[in-house]
């Protein structure tokens, strides 16, 4: 996988040809954003995706490319330009620039704090970026990551139920009628069907929240996609089946030490990072269901810290050590969003309707795009 935080020395060259290259890559694209006249916005958008500026929203990119905001204002919050032609296209490029055989799809949500009560989806929850309960939009993304680099892919808003219920405040956001609650889980099971026979990848990955939920395990299992989902530590599950049932925290306390294997996951910021790490196949459920398949519970200790991270995955026969270096790769999808709100202003916008949310993130998943393939060309150079 790529190294974390690499550090370059970008000749000047690389620097002003950027522009040239920008247009070059966004040219495959124009045709999906209409009239020729709305290519320029689509330019100026992506390109202020990438620029320093205090704020990045639609103002300040029309004040720098010397433009009234109210024609680029139309164009991304009122568009009538599809965005999922624009995903689809996207997500065949990653496939063909940086997609490999043991590439992993990576499921992870994030949250983007709002004031106010107008802006689609927005309420108080969980905001991960905060830690806490806070007035917020939240956003289901999909990362890909290989050898060759790492990205987000596809994008999903989360529409809580008082939202998916209340006519009133769906016309005012415009939110198609197609539309209905889905729960978190169930958007990415949505992007996982929509991008995984396009995207080569070995596992599909993602945190407790997604881990969890035994329907999210089994449907991918029923869809044959091979996964390490990260789950509480008091997940209750059965040894081989049987048993009195244990949480995981309880087994991985009980498991000798000469049962645990040393275990050399990436290069981190602060060099190399050691794990130990088991694995035994078990039935999860605090119930005795002799119908319920059997799942590989994979356990990995950081001895330096202390941490623990308790994995299950619909696959068995697999080291130890390919298992926990996979599940590593979970991280990428937190460097994805970081980078993607860093660089590319993903959580900087105003716009308040479903479509003006979705067309900001296709736009600013582009400018995404063309750092991910700037990354690899400086590789090389």
Request: hydrophobic content about 35%; glycine content about 8%; proline content about 6%.
């Amino acid at each position: 996988m790529p190294a974390t935080n690499p550090e370059y020395h970008v000749p000047d060259e690389s620097i002003e040809s950027l522009p040239e290259r920008l247009d070059e890559f966004l040219a495959p694209y124009y045709p999906h954003f209409g009239r020729i006249e709305t290519h320029g916005h689509a330019h100026m958008y992506v390109e202020g995706r990438l620029q320093r500026l205090d704020r990045r929203t639609l103002e300040p990119i029309a004040t720098e490319h010397g433009v009234h905001r109210r024609a680029l204002q139309l164009f991304v919050g009122a568009g009538r330009w599809k965005d999922d032609p624009v995903v689809d296209q996207m997500t065949e490029q990653v496939a063909e620039e940086i997609g490999t055989p043991d590439g992993v799809l990576i499921l992870d949500a994030s949250g983007i704090q709002k004031w106010g009560t107008k802006s689609v989806g927005v309420k108080r929850q969980y905001c991960g970026r905060l830690g806490k309960i806070e007035n917020c939009q939240v956003g289901e993304f999909l990362g890909y990551a290989s050898p060759k680099g790492h990205t987000l892919v596809d994008r999903r808003l989360y529409l809580p139920q008082e939202w998916a219920n209340d006519p009133v405040r769906r016309a005012e956001a415009h939110v198609p009628e197609d539309v209905v609650f889905r729960k978190g889980w169930e958007l990415a099971c949505e992007m996982v069907r929509a991008r995984s026979p396009v995207l080569p990848h070995k596992w599909i990955l993602g945190d407790d929240a997604y881990g969890r939920v035994v329907e999210l395990r089994d449907r991918l299992d029923s869809a044959g996609e091979p996964h390490i989902l990260e789950v509480p530590h008091n997940t209750v599950v059965r040894k081989n089946g049987t048993g009195k049932p244990r949480s995981v925290s309880s087994i991985a306390d009980s498991i000798p030490k000469k049962n645990w294997t040393s275990v050399r996951t990436r290069d981190g910021e602060k060099g190399p990072v050691d794990v130990r790490a088991t694995k035994l196949r078990v039935v999860a459920g605090a119930k005795e269901n002799r119908e319920r398949r059997r799942e590989t519970l994979l356990i990995v200790r950081r001895p330096s810290s202390g941490e623990v991270w308790y994995y299950l995955s619909n696959r068995k026969g697999v080291s130890v050590a390919k298992m926990t270096k996979a599940a590593a790769c979970r991280h990428y999808i937190e460097q994805s969003i970081q980078t993607a709100k860093g660089d590319t202003g993903l959580a900087e916008y105003e716009v308040r309707s479903w479509v003006g949310w979705h067309h900001h993130m296709t736009l600013s998943l582009l400018a995404m795009l063309f750092l991910a393939r700037e990354r690899v060309r400086l590789k090389k150079t």
